[in-house]
Structures are given as C-alpha cells and as structure tokens.
C-alpha cells in the first residue's frame, strides 16, 4: 500500500525530462547523506527509470500489486537509489524517507530490495540474476496467457555474467516477445573501462545472432528510448532488446565518464557542485 498520509502526486512533474532531473537530485542527496556509493550508475539510467516509469510501464501507484501491471527488475541492483527515487516521484511512497537511504534502520537499502517497498519487484545486488528471473517470468505469463510485459535493466559490465548469456540464448528459443531487456551501455564497469576488461562488441551482432530484436538508441534521449520501448517495437515471436548507450555520471560535468564515481560519494564541496550542477540543468 502507499503511505495514507502521501497519496499518489498530481502534477508532481510534468515531463519524463522532469522526471528524470528530479530522480537525479534526489539521488545525489541520498547517495551523500548516506555516505553510500554507485552515483554514477544511478545518473546513467536515470533517464531510462524516467521513460519507463513516467511514460511506458502499466502501474498503479495506489495499486502497486494489480495482477495486470507490468513487471520491472533492476537488475544491476547497486543503481537502486534511482529506482527508489523513482518510484517515490511516481506516488508508491512518501519521497520523505528517501532522506533515510542506506542508514541503520532504513527500508531503503543500498542495493535495490523488494521487501516492505511497494514498487519494487525483486531484491538485486548480486549481478547475473534479474534477466534469469526474468525469463521464468515471461516464459509463465506467457504459457497463462497474459499481456502484461517484463522488463529488465541490465549493466553492461553485467553481461560478464555466464547466467545472462544462458538467459540470452533461453528468450529466444521460447519466443519471448513480452520480454523487453534494457542494457545501460556506458562502456565503464567498477574500476575501469568495459573494452579494458572483457569487451562485448560488436554487442548488437551477438545478440542479433542469438535471435533478438535488437534496437540501439541515445540512452538519454527520451523520445529515442519511447519510441524503442513502445508495444509497436516489438516483433512478433522475439525477444527485445534495448542497446542504450549512456554516459555514467551523466547530468554532474565532473562525474561523467570518471570511474572514481562508482564508489565515491559526494561530500563537501562536490555535493554542493553537484547540486549546482543539477539546478542550472533544471527543465523549463
């Protein structure tokens, strides 16, 4: 249920781009009063949870267990402050506690858990699991007959995983085309570049190869990530997939495409340039 005391906003914002910039804010203040890591990750695909929670995904704050809603896993489970941002802007709970992000006590844990948090699908922190899950799920509501879609957030240091090659391979075979899976492409994993690490290109000939609709898009470019996300995407009898190239950090200058912003959080100064940062982006 959401809190009594913060139904579901009306107008809180008016555009996923609003959306977006409104999750980023949020994001960097919990990231730094939790004294927590993973900013970068969360401005990556910020604008993604926008599209996908502001104009995509059948939800309903006031009833976020509807048996006909979509369903949503974060898999790089360690973004979770976007999805909780998220999901606060969107009416599932008061954007009050996301204050309480990561500190003793908090419902809102650091890696992305379902447990008393409506909105959130399944707990991720362990990469290699969410698109797993997944493909059970699609592969069932398939066999029941439902319309309803599943949606996967992938990283791309992520597609490391031997699971998700296994679930890449699985979709396919069983014609899961209400599977929609987003890879957050901004080519940096925990400590350095993803080509220095184990290199995935060409990713869009792999996965073509392994049967997927594959679609590539500007990661922050809304139109873009709707018009690649629509129902009208999809081809019949295929799984889909999103290549979304993304800038880690995007949104703070000095965050983007730095490395150091996967476990550094902002403190002092930083925090309030990042702040600074945020107010001169603000959309009209």
Known sequence: MTDPSHPAPINRWKTTEELAWRVRRHAIRMVHLGKSSHIGSVLSIADILAVLYGAVLRIDPLHPDM???DRFILSKGHAGAGVYATLAECGFFSVE???NHYQNGSKLSGHVSHINMPGVEF???SLG???PVNCGRAYAAKKAGADHRIVTLLSDG?????SNWEAFLFAPHHKLDNLLVIIDYNKLQSIKSIADTLGLDPLDEKLKAFGWNVIEVDGHGHEQLKAAMAR???KKGQPTCIIANTTKGKGIPFMENSVLWHYRSPQGE???AAMAALE???PQ
Do not use: N, Q, V
């Open 123 to 125: 707990s991720t922190g």
């Open 97 to 99: 506690i996301l204050k």
């Open 67 to 69: 048996p006909d809603r």
């Open 158 to 162: 992520e597609c490391d995983e031997g």
């Open 232 to 234: 009208s995407s999809i």
């Open 129 to 131: 699991h969410g698109l």
């Open 270 to 272: 930083e925090y309030a």
């Open 280 to 282: 001169e982006s603000r």
